[in-house]
């Protein structure tokens, strides 16, 4: 049958099983919004405040979902406004396609208004991209932007159209989706070493990051587990792979890791990374961390071996399928000498905050306790977002939904209107600074048109948090640009956007808050005054060991 070009992206998204779409229309993308308005039964757009609102939405409602998320922007600005949304999706291997529209073809490479090469900007920060300028093409590119963004280790595929090839038309024959590549490099060879090296191994030690999320293999984990009797820390990525109440858990790593997961990780003698990248941010000092541990790393993605650090051995594949492999062959063993010094770093030094004020440790707690671990959180980057990953028990995956790679300040809101949508019967938090909720906050009016029950939740202690807790440690005090003592009222813009809005300021009103913003079922902001010196602890200097972490009391030590 014959169809224009904005008739088959439509049918094409169709294919693809996509529900939902994020997106801003424009002058050059309007011949698609017209098709998605006679397919509206099929394919709900969710309208967003700014084109970052709705990359970032797709990003979230990707990681709620396991799906592909799917944004839409116009040509220029548009496009553009949409990069740092692609950026935080690579960096985090997250499965999205965003569609562009350019100007028409025989305008191309002529500054033409709102004329950007948006294939070129993106190229470093997408697993592929195209410009479209061959109606007959457009089919064939959209289902490969699909199966690439989906295949192996996630990521972004950007598709640019131009004006003329949406109104053109050919010949297109419906097609079923091809199922996502997944190639296992491994060899039998390969699993018979990481066998010999666990079974030799008197203190393992498993490091989980977001590959165990993203291949679905936290049952696996959890055997595995269980099989050799390893403690188990989390990246960021990583939170919800593994059940954050099990008595194996020692929480995450790295620069605002636990000292368990820190001292423990430093004495181990196997380290078995799954499904993780070994991060500047996890590794600190990359030539003494796990110095005295033999490294075996499981992950889908060859690059990332010995990309960082040197490991002694290693099994390329999807993590869910090499487990599977290897708890099959497993015996079960026995480390209960290295379990009990494990359990005797979790007793010396466990997580703590004040108890005494209103603190975003003991939110997060009451968070954590109205919703019984179930909800979905989204955070921006931060104090907040290192709280909400320390005192948050994450039970299940794609429950913890934030920025770990890019950092993105803004992330959040957009992210959690994302995950709503894709998951309406979850209830979705997202978690800002008053900095971070500055940079995206219109995004209210995005949950407030669709009433899309949303909490948001703003940790406000007047200053750029994260930036003043280093400027403190490291710069001697010199707040330079931090301070955000101006006349900004949260709950006034909050209301004005369309949404309900309550002010915290005592322990004792945090509960009620998030039980009443739960049940009135609309988008509800919920501002929280902290005082402004509180820090995140522990903390690892950036490019030290992960076994220098200290806390408050060995910053009193020192005084």
């Given at each position: ?73 116009t040509s220029g600005p548009g496009a553009t406004n949409l990069v740092t949304g692609i950026a935080t999706a690579y960096m985090d291997s997250v499965p999205l396609v965003a569609i562009t ?459």
């Amino acid at each position: 049958m014959q169809l224009t070009g904005s008739q088959i992206v439509i049918e094409c998204l169709k294919e693809q099983g996509v529900d939902t779409v994020f997106g801003y229309p424009g002058g050059t993308i309007l011949n698609i919004y017209d098709e998605l308005y006679k397919h509206s039964d099929e394919i709900k757009h969710i309208l967003t405040s700014h084109e970052q609102g709705a990359s970032h939405a797709a990003d979230g409602y990707a990681r709620a979902t396991g799906k592909v998320g799917v944004c839409l922007a116009t040509s220029g600005p548009g496009a553009t406004n949409l990069v740092t949304g692609i950026a935080t999706a690579y960096m985090d291997s997250v499965p999205l396609v965003a569609i562009t529209a350019n100007v028409n073809l025989p305008l191309l490479g002529k500054d033409t208004f709102q004329e950007v090469d948006i294939a070129g900007v993106t190229m470093p920060i997408t697993k592929h991209g195209y410009i479209v300028k061959d109606v007959t093409k457009l089919a064939d590119t959209i289902r490969k932007a699909f199966k690439i963004a989906k295949s192996g280790r996630p990521g972004p595929v950007l598709v640019d159209i131009t004006k003329d090839v949406t109104a053109n038309k050919c010949e297109f024959v419906p097609m079923k989706p091809e199922p996502p590549v997944v190639k296992n490099s491994y060899t039998e060879q390969d699993i018979d070493v990481a066998l010999e090296l666990i079974k030799n191994s008197k203190k393992p030690f498993i490091y989980l990051g977001g590959g165990a999320i993203i291949s679905g293999a936290s049952r696996e984990v959890k055997e595995f587990a269980d099989k050799i009797q390893a403690p188990v820390c989390d990246t960021l990525m990583g939170k919800g792979a593994f059940d954050g109440k099990s008595e194996l858990y020692t929480g995450m790593i790295g620069m605002h890791g636990t000292k368990t997961s820190n001292y423990g990780v430093s004495q181990c003698d196997l380290l078995i990374a799954l499904g993780a990248r070994f991060s500047d941010r996890v590794i600190g000092n990359p030539k003494k961390f796990a110095e005295n541990a033999k490294i075996l790393h499981i992950d889908i993605d060859a690059a990332e071996i010995n990309k960082n650090i040197k490991t002694d051995a290693s099994v390329i594949g999807d993590l869910k399928t090499v487990l599977k492999e290897l708890n099959s062959k497993l015996e079960p063993q026995k480390h209960d000498e290295w379990l009990a010094r494990i359990k005797e770093l979790k007793a010396k030094y466990p997580l703590k905050y004040e108890s005494d004020k209103l603190t975003c440790p003991y939110i997060i707690e009451e968070l954590d306790r109205v919703t019984g671990g179930k909800a979905i959180i989204s955070t921006d980057v931060g104090q907040h977002q290192m709280w909400a990953a320390q005192f948050y028990k994450y039970t299940e995956p794609r429950t913890f939904l934030s920025s770990g790679g890019l950092g993105t300040m803004g992330y959040g809101l957009g992210a959690c209107i994302g995950a709503k949508v894709g998951m309406p019967d979850k209830i979705c938090v997202n978690i800002a600074g008053d900095g971070c909720f500055r940079m995206n906050m219109n995004e209210l009016a995005t949950a407030s048109r669709y009433n899309i029950p949303i909490i948001q939740i703003i940790i406000n202690n007047h200053v750029l948090g994260m930036v003043r807790q280093w400027q403190t440690l490291f710069y001697d005090k010199r707040y330079s640009q931090t301070v955000l003592t101006d006349k900004v009222d949260f709950i006034k813009v909050s209301e004005g956007l369309g949404c309900e809005a309550i002010r915290v300021t005592k322990r004792e009103e945090v509960g009620p808050a998030i039980e009443k913003a739960i049940s009135l079922h609309k988008p509800v902001v919920i501002e929280c005054i902290i005082e402004e010196d509180d820090k995140v602890f522990p903390m690892v200097p950036a490019g030290a060991p992960i076994s220098d972490a200290f806390d408050a009391e060995d910053l009193n030590k020192q005084q």
